[in-house]
């Protein structure tokens, strides 16, 4: 700290709007002690977010850079370089966008911030070439910081590489919630029922951007075939996309349009996991989703697909299924677990339980912050454990 002013540490991201990354970076930002340590951001977007507007009142700042597109690299390259030079004064750079990091971690090295971390948060790609060049920009970035981060055992290995993760080379950082936000609350439960005219139905749930790794056309497969099962389910989707309209064409084709709802992205998302009687989560891959935490922290039962990793199941309430199944298998296993935990003193009971094992298990967000904090201040203890091989 110079005199009485907080360190500042610089978090690159795509945008600031709501994603996975960016929840949880926002969740550590608000528990944070920030008369010790603030966040600044770097986004690849001219354009204001869903969160610009709270990081500020915060008293953060937001800085841009162009879009990284492959051909315009010296470009990129060039404003970062311009950037950092002006900009060199942070004590740690903590890149989350890993598709680039390998090229602005090592420039913020040279401009003279003395800590630079790469964050792995996804086991995956996009498909298509945009995928091919993630990953050959990736191959070194193992040794391009000084910290490797990553929220689960096989994104350490699908960003860094197996052998840096059998080498010990790589740190979990659970990606850790506001457990309290999350814990179950009745009267909201009601209240949100109610206001969407679902009061007296089965309610499936689940909380995700509409893009190809979050397989929404599976979960529409999964929905229609439980509607014949239960005439009186419905689907809350929360999240925006590229692929929204294209889900929403779906359900019409099916004929269970008006079963759907499609709810945006809300900033208030703890209030509708109260409502939901089952969380759905038939991703192709992800890194460990915050969603299925904070659904687990709300004493939702889940189905989760099977390319997800075995860490995100924090409880009991979580169960796994091969999304190469036949749809009908999931709305069967999903129709009994609707069964099952109908009754509300089953879901208060669920909902005591896995909060408390949501924070003893490392995935609170108030514990997070604080070593976090003495982590930024002093370059030293990675609050995590070593990955080893998955």
């Known amino acids: 700290m110079a005199g009485n002013d ?21 969740e550590l930002y608000r528990c944070m002690d920030r008369q010790r340590v603030q966040f600044d951001f770097l986004v690849h977007t001219g354009k204001e977010g869903f969160f610009s507007r709270e990081i500020r009142e915060l008293g953060g700042n937001i800085y841009n850079v162009p879009r990284f597109k492959g051909k315009n690299y010296f470009e990129y390259k060039r404003a970062l370089t311009d950037f950092f030079s ?28 003395p800590v630079t971390i790469a ?29 490797c981060f990553t929220c689960s055992a096989e994104a350490a290995e699908a960003v860094y590489g197996k052998k840096a993760v059998d080498k010990g080379k790589i740190w979990t950082v659970p990606n850790a919630i506001d457990a309290e936000r999350f814990s179950f609350n009745e009267n909201v439960r009601n209240e949100v029922r109610e206001q969407l005219g679902i009061a007296d139905k089965l ?26 099962q239960r005439s009186d389910a419905c689907l809350v989707l929360i999240g925006e996309g590229e692929l929204k309209d294209r889900i929403r064409l779906k359900a019409q084709e099916y004929g269970i349009a008006d079963k759907v709802y499609f709810l945006g992205n809300r900033a208030d998302v703890e209030r509708y996991y109260q409502a939901f009687d089952c969380f759905v989560f038939p991703s192709v891959f992800e890194g460990l989703p915050g969603s299925v935490i904070e659904a687990q922290a709300a004493g939702v039962p889940c189905i989760v697909s099977d390319k997800v990793t075995g860490e995100a199941k924090v409880t009991d309430l979580a169960v796994y299924m ?22 509300i003193g089953q879901r208060r009971r669920n909902a005591y339980n896995a909060k408390m094992t949501v924070i003893e298990k490392g995935f609170d ?26």
């Open 322 to 343: 091969s999304i190469y199944l036949p749809p009908e298998k999931w709305a069967d296993r999903l129709s009994a677990l609707l069964e099952k935990n109908k009754p």
């Open 203 to 228: 309610v499936v749930g689940h909380v995700g951007r509409f893009s190809f790794m979050k397989n929404h056309e599976y979960l529409i497969d999964i929905f229609s075939k439980l509607c014949r």
């Open 6 to 26: 907080p360190i500042r540490v610089l978090h690159v991201l795509g945008t600031t709007n709501l994603g996975g990354a960016e929840s949880r970076v926002m």
């Open 86 to 113: 002006g900009h060199n004064d942070y004590a740690a750079v903590h890149g989350h966008m890993t598709s680039t990091a390998s090229i602005y971690l090592p420039i913020a090295k040279r401009a003279g911030v």
């Open 119 to 147: 964050h792995a948060r996804s086991a995956g790609v996009d498909k298509g070439i945009k995928g091919v060049v993630t990953r050959i920009l990736r191959c070194r970035l193992k040794d391009k910081a000084d910290f």
């Open 365 to 390: 967000v108030r514990t997070q912050a604080g070593l976090m904090a003495e982590f930024y201040c002093t370059g030293k203890n990675p609050p995590g454990a070593v990955t080893r091989g998955v």
